[in-house]
Every structure is written in structure tokens, then in C-alpha cells.
């Protein structure tokens, strides 16, 4: 068991391309946020496993002599296999949880458990240690925030135990794991996401592990070369929606109307492949032709999910105000409120991303500046971490 400091970080995820159409068999772009959730793992010797969620508001402590009793022969095979309901029962007793919890406490509560027994259970003994989650991804917005904390805990707990080498060299400000390792690290932060969504398509974790770009088709997810790093604007309109209404929505209209919708699921799978070649182009020498590609491929998308039924009053509010700056933009995820994307051409003056940004804020969304194509799982050096990381996590 390593006794050093871990700090890992996993980015977030946006599908830029096939949402909807992906649930009926067609491809799907999926690139990583660069939103990032951190970890910090403390090892230590007071006999107790901590877990610390400032984001969320949990910190919860158990007894190592405790979890050290338990029966978690369960877990043997459970690294290729989701939990029987009995085996999440025996989990939810070693969680001994409060009456008054959260289903999000639950949730992330139960994801620890279970990788930190699954995977620790090689040791000698189970370790002591204190692990603390914080998140610059707003949780339940569809970007891939829980996929980027099971990410970052099988990430630290395989390292901790030494299943995988620390990849970080001395005097490094960063260190990517080699892909055999990344492949371990999917498969548990998987294992993750299954405690806490069930039946997940296994596209979040991917991102979150491997960074990039993604192309997803019938459960196939397969790496982009080299996919251009894109700065964009992040918008969430704060409305809530529910994935599962929407997508159920899609269905009826393509049963109702089988010859306009299917032609429609078509075309978004033909944005798609459009994207991910002029991404092939963009690798060798981006232009400012690809650009121009890329804005009208977002407009034909937005219109199309708007055909399909998933828009919102608060998506066209947000499309109008950024193409009232010159700027494109559609919904990210499942739609009907929720997040967007706009992208930021390189050749943007300062002046006018701020004027998008503060009108864009007067509506009252939340918007970010950040890139997409981010790197996927990482360890970090401490001192490459900006300050306001180190603070939340070390609890100031």
C-alpha cells in the first residue's frame, strides 16, 4: 500500500453529436468536459475510512475493525458482474446509513464501498485512509459527473494498492496511466457507475477515462484520433427534465410519424460522421473553413432534435442570444432544458465572448468557459493544481 498523497483528476462529458438518434442504433460523438472532478487520497493510521463530498455536503466515516468483519466474499466476482439486489442490501448494511439520507448521499455512498472493498480487499489488510471529492461539474446536469467520480476513486484506489503503477515522474506537473492500466480503471469506475445508475451505457466512464473524443454506436465505443481541442461555452439553463420522458417522447413520434422521423434519425447519424471527418482534417491543419463546417453542422443538429420534440423555450432563448453575437449553438444530452453547447471560433475577439457570456448570464443560466477534447484520468503533482482545487480539497 503506497503511503503517499494522491491527487487525481477525471473530466466531465458532453455528447456533441447523435443524441436521441444514438438510442435508435446511430453513432454518437461524445467528448470529455474539461470541468474536472478532483480526488485527494490521504492515507493515514487511525483505524477509520473517510469519505468527504463538500459538493454535496456528505462526510461520513467507518471503522476499519468493523468493515474488516464484514463477509465481502460477495465481491469476488463482482468485478465482471453487476450486484444481486441481496448483494446491494449487504452493502447498505456496511454503510449503516442515517434515516434521513439523500438517494444522492446513498448513491455516492454506495459507489465508494463497493470499489474501495472490491479493490482493496487485496491487501494484507484493508487501509486507512481519508478520501475527499470535489467537483467543478454541477451534478445531475447530464455531464457526466458521477462517471467522473467513480473514474477518479478506481483511479486512486488501484494505484493505492498498487494494482497499477503511480504514473506521476518526479518533477512532473502531471501523469497519464498507459492504456492496459486505463482498461482497468474503466472497467471498476464502470462497476461504479452501476451502483449508483444501474444499467449504464458505459460511454461516460469511457470519456472520463480515456479523455478525447468518443464515437459510440450499439455499445461499440471506439477513441478518435487526435480530436481537436475546442474551446466552447458551457450553458446550463437550470431547467429540469427527465431522460427517461424524453427519450420515450422520441419513440412515439418515430412510431406516429415512422417516415419523417426515421429520415431524421438518419441525418443526425450523417452530422455525426460529417464531424468526425472534418475532426480528421482539423488533426493535421486546422482552417477557419473547418470552423464554418463545424457551426453549420451544430445548426442542422439543433433544429433537427428541435423536430424531433426534445427543445425548450429556455434552448431557443439561449440559441437566439448567442446568434445574436455570431455564435453557434445546440442542446447537449437529452434536451427539453438541461445544458448547451456554443462554440468559440479561435478568431473571436475577447470583447465579444464576455458580452455572450454576461447576456447569456442575465437570463439566468450558469455558463462556463472551458475547452472539449479535455485529457481523460490523470494524477497530479500538488503544486499543478490551481489554488481554489487545493482549498476544497483540503476543506477550507
Given at each position: 500500500?503506497?503511503s503517499?498523497?494522491?491527487?487525481?483528476?477525471?473530466?466531465?462529458?458532453?455528447?456533441?453529436?447523435?443524441?436521441?438518434?444514438?438510442?435508435?442504433?446511430?453513432?454518437a460523438?461524445?467528448?470529455?468536459?474539461?470541468l474536472?472532478?478532483?480526488?485527494r487520497?490521504?492515507?493515514h493510521?487511525?483505524?477509520?475510512?473517510?469519505?468527504?463530498?463538500?459538493?454535496?455536503?456528505?462526510?461520513?466515516a467507518?471503522?476499519?475493525?468493523?468493515?474488516?468483519?464484514?463477509?465481502?466474499?460477495?465481491?469476488?466476482?463482482?468485478?465482471?458482474?453487476?450486484?444481486t439486489?441481496?448483494?446491494?442490501?449487504?452493502?447498505?448494511?456496511?454503510?449503516?446509513?442515517?434515516?434521513?439520507c439523500t438517494?444522492h448521499e446513498?448513491?455516492?455512498?454506495?459507489?465508494f464501498?463497493y470499489?474501495?472493498?472490491?479493490?482493496?480487499r487485496?491487501?494484507?489488510a484493508?487501509?486507512?485512509?481519508?478520501?475527499?471529492v470535489?467537483?467543478e461539474?454541477p451534478?445531475?446536469a447530464g455531464?457526466?459527473?458521477?462517471?467522473?467520480?467513480?473514474?477518479?476513486?478506481?483511479?486512486?484506489?488501484?494505484?493505492?494498492c498498487e494494482?497499477?503503477?503511480n504514473p506521476l515522474?518526479?518533477?512532473?506537473a502531471?501523469?497519464?496511466w498507459?492504456?492496459?492500466?486505463?482498461?482497468?480503471?474503466?472497467k471498476?469506475?464502470?462497476?461504479?457507475e452501476r451502483?449508483?445508475?444501474?444499467?449504464p451505457?458505459g460511454?461516460d466512464?469511457?470519456?472520463?477515462?480515456?479523455?478525447?473524443?468518443?464515437?459510440y454506436?450499439?455499445?461499440k465505443?471506439?477513441?478518435?484520433?487526435?480530436?481537436?481541442?475546442l474551446?466552447?461555452?458551457l450553458?446550463?439553463?437550470?431547467?429540469p427534465?427527465?431522460?427517461?420522458a424524453l427519450?420515450?417522447?422520441v419513440?412515439?413520434?418515430?412510431?406516429?410519424?415512422?417516415?419523417?422521423v426515421?429520415?431524421?434519425?438518419?441525418?443526425?447519424?450523417?452530422?455525426?460522421?460529417?464531424?468526425?471527418?472534418?475532426?480528421?482534417?482539423?488533426?493535421?491543419?486546422p482552417?477557419?473553413?473547418?470552423?464554418?463546417?463545424?457551426?453549420e453542422?451544430?445548426?442542422?443538429n439543433?433544429?433537427h432534435?428541435?423536430?424531433?420534440?426534445?427543445?425548450?423555450?429556455?434552448?431557443?432563448?439561449?440559441?437566439?442570444?448567442?446568434?445574436?453575437?455570431?455564435?453557434?449553438?445546440?442542446?447537449?444530452?437529452?434536451?427539453?432544458?438541461?445544458?448547451?453547447?456554443t462554440?468559440?471560433?479561435?478568431?473571436?475577439e475577447?470583447?465579444?465572448?464576455?458580452?455572450?457570456?454576461?447576456?447569456?448570464?442575465?437570463?439566468g443560466?450558469?455558463?462556463w468557459?472551458?475547452s472539449?477534447?479535455?485529457?481523460?484520468?490523470s494524477?497530479?503533482?500538488?503544486?499543478?493544481?490551481?489554488?481554489p482545487v487545493?482549498?476544497?480539497?483540503?476543506?477550507?
Amino acid at each position: 500500500m503506497l503511503s503517499e498523497v494522491l491527487l487525481v483528476s477525471a473530466p466531465g462529458k458532453v455528447i456533441l453529436h447523435g443524441e436521441h438518434a444514438v438510442v435508435h442504433g446511430k453513432v454518437a460523438l461524445a467528448v470529455a468536459l474539461n470541468l474536472r472532478t478532483f480526488l485527494r487520497l490521504q492515507p493515514h493510521s487511525y483505524g477509520k475510512v473517510g469519505l468527504n463530498l463538500p459538493n454535496l455536503g456528505i462526510k461520513r466515516a467507518w471503522d476499519m475493525a468493523r468493515l474488516q468483519l464484514l463477509d465481502t466474499s460477495f465481491l469476488e466476482r463482482a468485478g465482471n458482474t453487476a450486484l444481486t439486489p441481496e448483494q446491494v442490501e449487504k452493502l447498505k448494511e456496511a454503510a449503516g446509513f442515517p434515516e434521513d439520507c439523500t438517494d444522492h448521499e446513498r448513491l455516492a455512498v454506495l459507489a465508494f464501498l463497493y470499489l474501495y472493498l472490491s479493490i482493496c480487499r487485496s491487501q494484507r489488510a484493508l487501509p486507512s485512509l481519508d478520501i475527499t471529492v470535489w467537483s467543478e461539474l454541477p451534478p445531475g446536469a447530464g455531464l457526466g459527473s458521477s462517471a467522473a467520480y467513480s473514474v477518479c476513486l478506481a483511479a486512486a484506489f488501484l494505484t493505492a494498492c498498487e494494482e497499477i503503477p503511480n504514473p506521476l515522474k518526479d518533477g512532473e506537473a502531471t501523469g497519464r496511466w498507459t492504456a492496459e492500466n486505463l482498461e482497468l480503471i474503466n472497467k471498476w469506475a464502470f462497476q461504479g457507475e452501476r451502483m449508483i445508475h444501474g444499467n449504464p451505457s458505459g460511454v461516460d466512464n469511457a470519456v472520463s477515462t480515456w479523455g478525447g473524443a468518443l464515437r459510440y454506436q450499439q455499445g461499440k465505443i471506439s477513441s478518435l484520433k487526435r480530436p481537436p481541442a475546442l474551446q466552447i461555452l458551457l450553458i446550463n439553463t437550470k431547467v429540469p427534465r427527465s431522460t427517461k420522458a424524453l427519450v420515450a417522447g422520441v419513440r412515439s413520434r418515430l412510431l406516429k410519424f415512422p417516415e419523417i422521423v426515421a429520415p431524421l434519425l438518419t441525418s443526425i447519424d450523417a452530422i455525426s460522421l460529417e464531424c468526425e471527418r472534418v475532426f480528421g482534417e482539423m488533426a493535421a491543419a486546422p482552417t477557419p473553413e473547418h470552423y464554418l463546417v463545424l457551426e453549420e453542422l451544430i445548426d442542422m443538429n439543433q433544429h433537427h432534435l428541435n423536430a424531433l420534440g426534445v427543445g425548450h423555450a429556455s434552448l431557443d432563448q439561449l440559441c437566439q442570444v448567442t446568434m445574436a453575437h455570431g455564435l453557434h449553438s445546440k442542446l447537449t444530452g437529452a434536451g427539453g432544458g438541461g445544458c448547451g453547447i456554443t462554440l468559440l471560433r479561435p478568431d473571436l475577439e475577447r470583447p465579444e465572448v464576455e458580452a455572450t457570456k454576461q447576456a447569456l448570464t442575465n437570463c439566468g443560466f450558469d455558463c462556463w468557459e472551458t475547452s472539449i477534447g479535455a485529457p481523460g484520468v490523470s494524477m497530479h503533482a500538488a503544486a499543478s493544481l490551481d489554488a481554489p482545487v487545493r482549498q476544497a480539497l483540503d476543506g477550507l
